[in-house]
């Protein structure tokens, strides 16, 4: 579907140590992020900076068991800011991954003058998400919100024009036990629609609108 599904490519802020597919005791055995991941993958993501319409999964994920000290948090920020700065150079959106980090998130991205940001599944506390809406970043919502207060408050602290749908398949879905699966993007759309007082039809156009302004590139393979 190339007119309907395009690519983001980055660096995210955890790795599977021994690189992707090795499991240990069937997990996965996460790491932090290191420079050199970034270098090794750098030269594929530009040449392919004409084909994609954003930067991701990209952002820091603070979480202590991957992220240990002040200087594992270091090399994330400084991996995050060689990539928002190609994204700014190739006028593209970053896709951002924030657990445990969402101020730290939306703090760098104004620092480094990020305009446009999707910060998906955000964890943070809701006036934190306020802050990076004012400043014009978007927000997309799981459908763990059906289940999930902090989601739920997410949903009420923000205005409609700021909001956007995700799964993050398979996991965040609207039970514990069952695989996430992109069907369960409408259960977040009646739940916007809910939240906000307006129909799903009038949910669904205003957060199309959304994704098109978020992603631009997107909207221009679209025709819109």
């Known amino acids: 579907h190339p007119s309907f599904i395009r690519p983001c490519l980055g660096v995210h802020p955890v790795q599977q140590a021994g690189g992707p597919g090795l499991l240990v005791g069937g997990e996965s055995r996460n790491r932090c992020v290191q420079l050199d991941d970034l270098e090794k993958?750098?030269?594929?993501?530009?040449?392919?900076?004409?084909?994609?319409?954003g930067v991701g999964e990209?952002?820091?994920?603070?979480?202590?068991?991957?992220?240990?000290?002040?200087?594992?948090?270091?090399?994330?920020?400084?991996?995050?800011?060689r990539q928002a700065e190609f994204a700014l150079r190739h006028d593209l959106t970053l896709n951002v991954h924030s657990r445990s980090a969402g101020h730290h998130c939306i703090e760098l991205l104004h620092s480094l003058g990020v305009r446009r940001a999707h910060l998906h599944a955000f964890n943070g506390r809701p006036h934190y998400a306020v802050t990076g809406a004012q400043l014009g970043y978007y927000f997309s919502i799981p459908p763990e919100v059906v289940r999930d207060s902090g989601k739920q408050r997410l949903v009420a602290a923000l205005p409609l024009d700021r909001l956007l749908l995700e799964t993050d398949s398979p996991v965040l879905g609207p039970t514990v036990d069952q695989r996430n699966e992109p069907s369960n993007a409408r259960l977040v759309l009646e739940f916007i629609a809910k939240d906000k007082a307006i129909s799903t039809e009038a949910a669904a156009a205003a957060l199309l609108d959304n994704t098109m302004k978020a992603y631009p590139r997107l909207a221009r393979a679209q025709g819109v």
């Not at 993958?41 to 319409?53: F, G, K, N, S, V």
């Open 41 to 53: 993958a750098m030269p594929a993501i530009e040449a392919a900076a004409d084909r994609l319409i």
């Open 58 to 81: 990209v952002g820091l994920d603070f979480t202590p068991r991957w992220c240990p000290d002040e200087a594992a948090r270091e090399t994330q920020k400084a991996v995050l800011r």
